[in-house]
Nanobody
Framework: QVQLAESGGGLVQDGGSLRLSCTAS????????MGWFRQAPGKEREFVAA????????DYAGSVKGRFTISRDNAKNTMWLQMDSLKPEDTADYYC?????????????????WGQGTQVTVSS
């Protein structure tokens, strides 16, 4: 069983950048496809980005494509989400998730393990 911990959230101005990290422990990180999700107040948790367990394949929600970049380093048991050109509508709690699979998924119920989340606030 893998434990996940997010970090890197904070307050940033419109157009700014943040880099989120997700560190895994208690499992073999390279066995897990990984994803980022976010949940804004009063809204459902939504898919942001995902990466295959090798890191060779990625997927993005249309709302973040071209602005966010997902990456991972299996030797460091860490995944990142580089967020550029941030907008107020990106404000949310961001969660990383893991699934014991070679392929990644967009649906949150596909993921087996979740972190506690990190808050991102983009001011206008």
């Amino acid at each position: 069983q893998v434990q996940l911990a997010e970090s890197g959230g904070g307050l940033v101005q419109d157009g700014g950048s943040l880099r989120l990290s997700c560190t895994a422990s208690g499992g073999i990180f390279s066995r897990y496809a990984m994803g980022w999700f976010r949940q804004a107040p009063g809204k459902e948790r939504e898919f942001v980005a995902a990466i295959s367990r090798s890191g060779a394949n990625t997927d993005y929600a249309g709302s973040v494509k071209g602005r966010f970049t997902i990456s991972r380093d299996n030797a460091k048991n860490t995944m990142w989400l580089q967020m550029d050109s941030l907008k107020p509508e990106d404000t949310a709690d961001y969660y990383c998730a893991a699934k014991s699979s070679s392929y990644y998924y967009r649906l949150r119920y596909e993921y087996d393990y979740w972190g506690q989340g990190t808050q991102v606030t983009v001011s206008s």
